[in-house]
């Protein structure tokens, strides 16, 4: 079966650092995905691990450890536009989405 | 290249009538995805293709669903007796062989069941 757990809600203030985690288990693995989704648009590319190990990516790091089951992604020097949902998904021949973690950004 | 387009970006129908949507994948993507999304939720798995095959079949697409990419290229998903339970985003995905960018994602199409 196929399982992502991932927190429902956040809440961070602007210019502190978050970290959303993420566990799952899954049938297949080949790799592991974050994207970011504003209220009522599409959800849109983060990152991509298949690697153990972190990514880096300006603001954004993505970790990915293979034999926990686990990913987190790391937001830091928070912006009000970081306000969004964060949804982790694993890549098998496609990808199965989290129910994504809703990440709220207080002035 | 405009990206993946939806159409139509909202739909409100009544229930028990049927709806189509279509989706315009990036012209060089071979794989073209459908999910679903409801509130509070994260996409939900459908169908996809890659060119004109269907590979794959999720046991939420009911009888009701039915999805075609007959030349594929473009493709469509079709409720039939549509109901309020169907409520949701339909968003649209394609990608190009492997997916170590993951998708690119369409705009949706919002459905409204009344």
């Known amino acids: 079966g196929q399982n992502i757990d991932q927190p429902t809600e956040m809440t961070a203030t602007e210019g502190a650092i978050v970290q959303i985690n993420c566990t799952y288990q899954t049938s297949g693995f080949n790799g592991l995905f974050w994207y970011q989704q504003h209220a009522g648009e599409a959800p849109t590319f983060l990152s991509y691990n298949v690697l153990d190990g972190l990514e880096e990516k300006g603001r954004f790091s993505s970790f990915l450890s293979r034999s926990k089951g686990y990913s987190y992604l790391l937001l830091k020097e928070l912006q009000m536009k970081d306000s969004a949902s964060y949804l982790c998904a694993v890549r098998d021949d496609k990808i199965i989405f989290g129910k994504g973690t809703r990440l709220h950004i207080l002035p | 290249d405009t990206g993946v387009s939806q159409n139509p970006r909202h739909k409100i129908t009544k229930r028990g009538q049927n709806v189509t949507f279509r989706c315009d994948p990036i012209s060089e993507h071979n794989r073209l995805y459908w999910y679903r999304q409801t509130l509070g939720q994260g996409p939900e798995f459908l169908t996809y293709?890659?060119?004109?095959?269907?590979?794959?079949k999720s046991r939420l697409l009911s009888d009701r669903f039915s999805a075609e990419r007959p030349k594929g290229s473009f493709s469509t998903l079709e409720i039939q007796r549509t109901e309020q339970g169907d409520s949701a985003m339909y968003l649209c995905a394609s990608s190009f062989g492997d997916l170590n960018y993951g998708y690119t994602f369409g705009s949706g199409t919002r459905l409204t069941v009344v």
């Open positions: 293709f890659q060119n004109e095959a269907q590979l794959e």
